[in-house]
């Protein structure tokens, strides 16, 4: 998954029909290279600078680009996938900057990164089984958009019937213009969501994003691919 130097274009419809926007996570992504063909980035238009590079950083480059390693084409199972409004895509950059340089929880993704041109329910659900958990932005703007509404129902259910999944979706009131409790889906309220402005934030996030339930999620996820691919090539 290139996101190198490059600018990303989310789908309009990864939060509402009819607008677009364009994000540039060039300095925010760099533990997410692998590329990924399931769930890869929107890479668009963005090219290297015409600035001359040395020789040795030319050959690297190019080597990079130009013949992929392993590791680069295999594909990424994040650590979360954040879902949020339209209007909230710089909140979700700064929230996924947030968990992956101040804790550590590598490599992330927000939903506006999903794939253009892909039909939106394969996107959410390549979001939610591709990653070990769904963090729900919740502010002002989440609950005003019928798709948010359907993001965050749909990752509910999917946490129920998949054992696996089980504690997977996680509520986040953010530092900026959160959602109060009292205006919170009854649904979610049955959750403990992560208070970026409590005290506790530091420790919440600490018993959440435990290595051993990546990993466990992670095998998981290998071995569903592994036997979808069987099941194709037979």
């Known amino acids: 998954m290139g996101v190198g130097k490059s600018k990303i ?31 890869p980035l929107c890479d668009v238009a ?33 650590k979360f996938v954040i879902l949020h409004a339209e209007d ?14 101040r804790f550590g929880i590598k490599p992330g993704i927000i ?15 390549d979001a939610v089984n ?6 729900l932005l919740l502010t002002e703007n989440f609950l005003r958009d019928t798709w948010c509404k359907f993001q965050f129902y749909t990752s509910l259910m999917n946490s129920v019937n998949r054992q696996h999944k089980y504690n997977s979706v996680i509520p986040m009131r953010p530092l900026n ?8 889906p009854f649904a979610l309220r049955t959750i403990n969501a992560l208070e970026e402005e409590s ?19 992670q095998a998981i996820w290998k071995e569903t691919r ?9």
């Open 9 to 39: 274009d989310p789908c309009p419809l990864s939060l509402s029909l009819g607008k677009s926007h364009s994000v540039d996570t060039s300095q925010r992504h760099h533990e997410s290279d692998s590329r990924n063909s399931k769930i």
């Open 199 to 217: 005290r506790g934030f530091h420790t919440q996030v600490e018993r959440i994003f435990q290595e051993s339930v990546y990993k466990t999620q």
């Open 177 to 184: 213009n959160p959602l109060p409790r009292e205006r919170t």
């Open 88 to 101: 909230d895509i710089s909140e979700a950059l700064r929230v996924q900057d947030l968990l992956q340089n």
């Open 46 to 78: 963005g090219h290297s600078s015409p600035t001359e590079m040395p020789t040795g950083e030319q050959r690297e480059a190019e080597g990079v680009d130009g013949m992929p390693d392993e590791e680069e084409d295999e594909e990424v199972f994040f």
């Open 226 to 234: 592994k036997m979808v691919q069987m099941q194709f090539i037979a």
């Open 130 to 135: 591709g990653s070990a958990w769904t963090i």
């Open 111 to 125: 939903f506006a990164e999903m794939p253009c041109g892909r039909q939106h329910l394969q996107n959410l659900d």
